[in-house]
């Protein structure tokens, strides 16, 4: 197992992003993020684009796993853009990621032939890079591990894709933890609408190796937009 990896292993690991119709848009504030995940006491950070995780990576001591998420016009369940290309990936490893983090998601615009090309083309420019699968099903997590190209398996994707939407709810896929866990050796990463303390709960007991909390820490304004949900809700009554 990589030695970052085994950093990761066990931990909590805090997204710092912020989208640029957000007030924390920008590696300054990114940064004061990862200080407080780093306080905190988060084994590691997840962080997107160049400019972020440079600025994080002078300023922290914590693993990064990085991303390079690259939008596009498509419907969102079809359209692959995180980490969707060896640039985009090249990008965010010379900008000193720890991990590299990419799509690995199974799709008719992209079929595993094509992944897998990827994935060798990564591993042979940078062989010491770890890379985290951000995947949907579990059949993308099997075959992901076959090809000896990753570290770590995460269910990033899960519900967020048109092969995994279905059925999607408000709570994290435990159920895929436990298969993936069940079929694959590799260290699982559990992420995805994990809002509360009986959610990383439940992650845990389905087998999670490490777990990563975005949005619930660290996008105040859709915390703050679900207390206002549920105040109207409850007035509204």
Partial sequence: MHKTVEKL????????????????????????MALCAEMGGANGLRACWPQDIKAIKEACDLPIVGINKKFGDGNPLDEIFITPTFESAKEIIEAGCDVLALDCTIRECRPFEELEKLLHQIKDAYPDMPIMADLATLDEAIKVAETGCVDIISTTLAGYTRSSCEGKTEKPNVELIKEIKKHTSLPVNAEGRIWELADLEAVLEAGADMVCIGTAVTRPHLITERFINCNKKYRNK
């Fill in 9 to 32: 292993m066990n931990g909590v690991v805090v997204s710092c992003q912020a989208y640029e119709d957000t007030p924390l848009y920008g590696p300054k504030y990114m940064v004061a």
